[in-house]
């Protein structure tokens, strides 16, 4: 079977969340179940100034939008040393800081910057003579894509190829005026209640969800979640219209590259029977964050995140003092809104010996403090998979999370009926005092240290590699196929 994945951002290339993470490893599971799966992204200054090896390919080629045309190019790499992934070069478009945004909020040419990729992607297939069986197009940058062909674009190329589209976070929708609808090239009767037409705005997204074979979400409560007003950002009904085509497959997580085992960003390697040596980690933490030792005995909390609302920071800014008088240490690694980014300033500065706040994006630092910390605190008020909780699981790090989409899936409470598969806390009601219970009761188990040392095993030993999703990845392509 062959397959493009279009992904907007792919990691080692650009990154700004956990969709470069699954971009950047799902398909080489794929290839592994034996399909010629290949991959498409824009090529971002961050990509160019990273030096990788880029062969050009094919020719110039041209989209004409409005009254302007843009030309592009194609270029090629391998990845994960055996992934086809082509390059959408355009300097004009994708040649800036940020990858949608910077300071000043979002590019105001959005728009124009995903239809051009979107029409490039059709392009490349036709230049490397690739018709994919399936087309796997994720979150709102890539959702015209499923209505050009079901516009026919491609003149019978695409005539057999299937279209299937992942909802990473339904909160960002690709809203634009409605006079960009022309832009695109797609025939007017495309732009009513039942296409792209959002309240009087054009919606990436919406596109995506009507004019896709399949749609997928990245958890299985989350699929059912987005399905209610509370967390289905105004597409609820859209959705509920679909919800048989409409599956939650769990994103796994790279364990090449967070192990504990392999972790040469840590500093000192550790597995389940050298567990003894986590402490080290701990200690290095401590004194790269400025934090006295004497937080060695103490039970240490880390975050690592966007800092955005839906992530649950202000329930932590509010449980903050009740947290800190357990005895615990706080650690945040996270850059995002200025208000959360100065509220986190203050409260680090008024408890400097038990809090740290790292206002930036630095990996390195987020596998020390995944390696380090003792729990890891994720209150999101929605989280449609969740990435942190996960690999906080592996390094015996345990996830203290509210029960919504794909941490509720992930984390089993250690609640005195699930004594003995219990891998970490959760809370339910989206305040400051559930999430205060859950880490009152992660507290007081962390005293009980061979109990705590269970807890931990029983994490560690969980297993959310991509073969099994990737397994489902590729039975839902052959549905799609079949439809
Ligand atoms: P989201 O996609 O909503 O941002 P996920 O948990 O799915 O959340 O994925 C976030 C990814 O980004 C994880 O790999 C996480 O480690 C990384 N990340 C987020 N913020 C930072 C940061 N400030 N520094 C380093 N890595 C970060």
Not at 28 to 38: E, P, T
Not at 147 to 157: L, N, V
Not at 201 to 222: C, D, E, N, P, W
Not at 439 to 444: C, E, W
Request: charge should be negative; charged fraction near 20%; proline fraction near 4%.
């Amino acid at each position: 079977m062959k397959v493009l994945y279009v992904s907007s951002e792919v990691v080692p290339f650009a990154k700004t969340g956990g969709l470069a993470d699954v971009a950047g490893v799902l398909p080489l599971h794929v290839q592994q179940s034996g399909c010629d799966i290949r991959v498409v992204t824009p090529l971002y200054s961050a990509t160019q100034k990273k030096g990788f090896d880029l062969d050009p390919i094919g020719s110039e080629f041209k989209v004409q939008m409005g009254l302007k045309t843009y030309s592009g190019l194609f270029l090629k790499a391998v990845f994960k040393q055996s992934v086809p992934i082509y390059f959408v070069q355009c300097d004009e478009l994708y040649v800036r800081d940020g990858l949608y945004g910077d300071q000043d909020g979002d590019y105001p040419d959005n728009a124009e910057r995903y239809i051009f990729f979107c029409r490039a992607v059709l392009e490349l297939c036709r230049q490397i003579d690739f018709p994919p069986d399936v087309m796997h197009c994720n979150d709102w940058q890539t959702g015209l894509i499923p209505a050009y062909i079901k516009a026919g674009f491609g003149t019978g190329f695409f005539d057999t190829t299937a279209t299937v589209f992942t909802i990473h976070n339904i909160a960002y929708q690709g809203l634009s005026g409605w006079d960009k609808f022309e832009l695109t090239g797609l025939p007017h009767w495309f732009y009513d209640m039942r296409g792209l037409e959002y309240w009087g705005q054009m919606s990436m997204l919406k596109a995506g969800i009507i004019f896709s074979g399949i749609i997928t979400t990245v958890s299985r409560k989350y699929a059912r979640e987005i399905l209610s007003p509370e967390y289905g950002c105004g597409l609820e009904g859209i959705l509920h219209d679909r919800r048989t085509d409409l599956y939650g497959v769990l994103n796994g997580v790279d364990y090449d590259e967070w192990n504990p085992g392999t972790d040469k960003l840590i500093v000192t390697r550790y597995t389940a029977q050298t567990l003894k040596l986590k402490k080290q980690c701990k200690k290095d933490l401590l004194v790269q964050c400025g934090l006295p030792e004497a937080l060695l005995a103490a039970p240490l909390i880390g975050s690592i995140s966007r800092l955005v609302d839906q992530k649950g920071f202000d329930l932590i800014a509010e449980a903050m003092d009740r947290l800190l008088r357990l005895g615990a240490g706080y650690i945040l690694l996270g850059s995002g809104d200025t208000a959360y980014e100065r509220l986190f300033k203050k409260l680090a500065s008024r408890n400097k010996n038990r809090m740290s706040f790292c206002c930036a994006y630095d990996n390195q630092l987020a596998h020390k403090i995944e390696a380090g910390c003792d729990m890891f605190l994720m209150p999101s008020r929605y989280e449609p998979c969740g990435l942190n909780q996960i690999y906080s699981l592996k390094y015996g790090t345990v996830p203290i999370v509210r029960a919504t989409g794909g941490l509720d899936d992930s984390i089993i409470d250690c609640s005195a009926d699930a004594l003995d598969t219990g891998n970490g806390f959760k809370f339910e009601e989206y305040t400051a005092d559930a999430l205060f219970g859950a880490v009152q009761r992660a507290v007081a188990l962390y005293a009980d240290a061979p109990r705590w040392r269970e807890i931990m095993l029983k994490g560690m030993s969980c297993d959310f590699s991509w073969a099994l999703s990737a397994a489902e990845y590729c039975r839902l392509y052959e549905i799609a196929s079949n439809k």
